[in-house]
C-alpha cells in the first residue's frame, strides 16, 4: 500500500455525554472501502476509555468520511487502525458553565 486511508472529516460530532474524565480515548479497526465509506459492518472496538464512548464512537461511525488506501496510485480497499481522543473542559457561559469538547490527535 502507498498510502494508508485518513479520516476526512475529524471534527465529526458524537453523541455522548462524558464522565468526570479530561480526556477519553478509543481505537477501532474496520474497513475503509476504495470509495472512502467505513464498513460499518467489519468495525469493532479495540479499546476505549469507557464503553458508552466507544460505543458511542462506533454508531457515528457511518457519518465519517475517508480518503481511501492507495496502491499504485489507485484506491482500494484496506483495514484502519483508527484512535480518537475527546478532550472536554468547563467553559463559562451566562447560563452556567457548558461543556466543550474538542477532537485532540492524543490526550
Not at 455525554?17 to 467489519?42: M, N, W
Not at 467553559?91 to 457548558?98: F, H, K, L, M, N
Request: charged share 20%; net charge positive; hydrophobic share 40%.
Amino acid at each position: 500500500m502507498d498510502q494508508p486511508a485518513r479520516l476526512m472529516n475529524p471534527d465529526e460530532p458524537v453523541a455522548y455525554q462524558p464522565p468526570y474524565l479530561s480526556c477519553i480515548t478509543v481505537r477501532l479497526r474496520f474497513v475503509v472501502d476504495a470509495l472512502g465509506r467505513p464498513d460499518t459492518t467489519s468495525a469493532y472496538i479495540v479499546s476505549a476509555s469507557t464503553p458508552a464512548f466507544g460505543t458511542a464512537v462506533l454508531a457515528s461511525l457511518p457519518h465519517w468520511r475517508f480518503a481511501p488506501a492507495l496502491r499504485r496510485g489507485k484506491p482500494v480497499r484496506a483495514v484502519l487502525d483508527l484512535t480518537r481522543s475527546l478532550r472536554y473542559q468547563a467553559v463559562p457561559s451566562g447560563d452556567g458553565p457548558t461543556l466543550r469538547l474538542t477532537w485532540v490527535s492524543a490526550c
